[in-house]
């Protein structure tokens, strides 16, 4: 991991773990990850859940709160349930700041480490209303409730109309990983020229088909490794920040333990275009 990476090696993603997220969130401190994905968006994530988990690992002495790096999301009303953080009829930036007060109250904490837009308010490219979020973003930021910025399920397109329109870029990009499309080659290529750190999501889930492929499975077997651990070590080979949102104490050893795995040379460049 670079030295300036300003986060940790690997996130714990919170997603879909509804009664069990307070569990999940203190078993994975517990197991060693440092770094927490969560979202102010109750359809999928139970973020005082993750508050919750939190708290009892502090009480447990497992970790303090300069350990981790907490990150959250503000979600457009159009990606949302009923169960809203903000008020829908106020503007944008109010409901960004709602959002993110609400946040801080879920995870017990003043600031988080990262703050993210969920996604973009079109697929067409970065509009107006992500402007007036980016710049309420901004403001948080600069308050210091939120260390960095990031947005996610962004298109190449989204960052250029984005580099474009503002001086200040976010610290991260999140996407989901398909290896059909060069594992997001292009969204990655302009990250890592402007040090952005991309994390990338379903790395497992995106690329069923070719996790059995015999590069992952010949591999994993050479290495004496899982198929999913050598999916995570290539992601860390190619500068990615990889999630997992394991509900197994045995996989989020594995996923920790793909940290030791040094792929061999000319792999990583197998992978990376075995679908180009
Ligand atoms: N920004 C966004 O829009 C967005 C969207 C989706 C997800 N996310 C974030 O990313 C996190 C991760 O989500 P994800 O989409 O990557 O999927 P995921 O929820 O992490 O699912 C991973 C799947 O892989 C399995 N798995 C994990 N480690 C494994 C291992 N070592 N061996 C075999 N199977 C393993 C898990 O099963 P077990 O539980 O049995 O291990 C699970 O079925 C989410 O929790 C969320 O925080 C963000």
Known sequence: MPATLPSPAFLYGTAWKEDR????????LGAGFRGIDTANQRQHYFEAGVGEGLAAAYRAGVVTRSDLFLQTKYTYQRGQDHRLP?????????QVTQSLASSLEHLGTDYVDSFVLHGPASSEGWSEADADVWEAMRKE????????LGVSNVSLQHLEEMEAAHADMP??????CFARFGWDREVRAFCRERTIVYQGFS???????????????DL???LDATSAQVAFAFARAVGMLPLTGTSSAEHMKQDLGSLQITLPAGVTCAIESMAA
């Open 21 to 28: 997220t307070a569990s999940l969130t203190e078993q994975a």
């Open 86 to 94: 903000y008020d829908p009829a106020a503007p944008l930036a109010v």
């Open 203 to 217: 790395l497992l889930t995106a690329n069923r088909e070719e996790l059995k492929h015999p590069l992952f499975v």
């Open 171 to 176: 610290a991260f990009v999140q996407n989901r």
């Open 141 to 148: 930021r600069d308050s210091g409730r939120t260390r960095l």
């Open 220 to 222: 994993a077997e050479k």
